[in-house]
């Protein structure tokens, strides 16, 4: 069983940062990847940014610039920052990731998180 848990979200005033934490759990052998996504009430899910194991970022529009992903490989843990906070950026943020659970998987599996909510003030 692996386990992905967000945290750090909240209410925070526009102009503020906020970092965010995924913390995977259970039997795994490698992290491949992750990502996070948010959503935001009536909208689609959109990809906010990724990280590989080895440590390559993409980041979407919405927060290039005044974002940074990261994951801590020894700590199974990932962290997104986001400065410069908007009330555009008010969303449900997921954290996924491509896990392997053992060392003859050959790929890894898709992992979601259950989400955490950040709401900007203005």
């Known amino acids: 069983q692996v386990e992905l848990v967000e945290s750090g979200g909240g209410l925070v005033q526009a102009g503020g940062s906020l970092v965010l934490s995924c913390a995977v759990s259970?039997?795994?052998?490698?992290?491949?990847?992750m990502n996070w996504y948010r959503q935001a009430p009536g909208k689609r899910r959109e990809l906010v940014a990724g990280?590989?194991?080895?440590?390559?970022?993409h980041y979407g529009d919405s927060v290039k610039g005044r974002s940074t992903i990261s994951l801590d490989n020894a700590k199974n843990t990932g962290f997104l920052l986001v400065n410069s906070l908007k009330p555009e950026d008010t969303a449900i943020y997921y954290c996924?990731?491509?896990?392997?659970?053992?060392?003859?998987?050959?790929?890894?599996?898709?992992?979601w998180g259950k989400g955490t909510l950040v709401t900007v003030s203005s």
């Open positions: 990280v590989t194991s080895g440590g390559n970022t």
């Open positions: 259970g039997t795994i052998f490698a992290i491949n990847a």
């Open positions: 996924n990731a491509d896990i392997k659970t053992t060392h003859w998987d050959l790929y890894g599996m898709d992992y």
